[in-house]
């Protein structure tokens, strides 16, 4: 994926959408931002994980692969 410090930080610090996400655990927040999705744990303010904002494409850095070539 090789997001980059930046586009983490403008994720963190000017998201364009934040929305609660239990799924990472109780008080989860997930911050979107260009092409990424950061979960966090709100009360520590501790990102969680670096996710494609676009479930359908994962990126290994040398090669692209969209969920439907990595399933058939």
Known sequence: MLA????IRACLESPELIYDQNDYGPDRKMFL???LALPVNAAERH??????????VYDRG???????QVAS
């Not at 980059?4 to 586009?7: F, I, M, Q, R």
């Not at 990102?47 to 359908?56: E, K, W």
Request: hydrophobic share 30%.
């Open 47 to 56: 990102v969680l994980s670096v996710l494609h904002r676009t479930a359908d």
């Open 4 to 7: 980059t410090p930046e586009e």
């Open 33 to 35: 931002r260009g092409r």
């Open 62 to 68: 040398d090669v692209s692969y969209t969920l439907r």
